[in-house]
Nanobody
Framework: QVQLVESGGGLVQPGGSLRLSCAAS????????MSWYRQAPGKERELVATITSTGGSTNYADSVKGRFTISRDNAKNTVYLQMNSLKPEDTAVYYCYVVARGYWGQGTQVTVSS
């Protein structure tokens, strides 16, 4: 049974930081690229960042470049999203995703507000 469990979301002030985690099980985590997506109210789900299976390459949406960092620990079957300099427009539900398998986590809410 594939499971993706996100954690680390919450309420943070503008300029603050959060670190999201996605713990994976039920498949060979180290064989797949992983992505983080987000969906704000009334908007389509958008790709935030992707990391290759080995962690050797990453890609980011222009809106988060220089502020967010995706990483992974294949020994722990976990992918992370470090979010710095958060803005109100980063408010969304954040989901992890297994590239090429189509698996989604349940999402974690991030709210950036003063």
């Amino acid at each position: 049974q594939v499971q993706l469990v996100e954690s680390g979301g919450g309420l943070v002030q503008p300029g603050g930081s959060l670190r999201l985690s996605c713990a994976a099980s039920g498949f060979t985590f180290s064989s797949y690229a992983m992505s983080w997506y987000r969906q704000a109210p009334g908007k389509e789900r958008e790709l935030v960042a992707t990391i290759t299976s080995t962690g050797g390459s990453t890609n980011y949406a222009d809106s988060v470049k220089g502020r967010f960092t995706i990483s992974r620990d294949n020994a722990k079957n976990t992918v992370y999203l470090q979010m710095n300099s958060l803005k109100p427009e980063d408010t969304a539900v954040y989901y992890c995703y297994v590239v090429a398998r189509g698996y989604w986590g349940q999402g974690t809410q991030v709210t950036v507000s003063s």
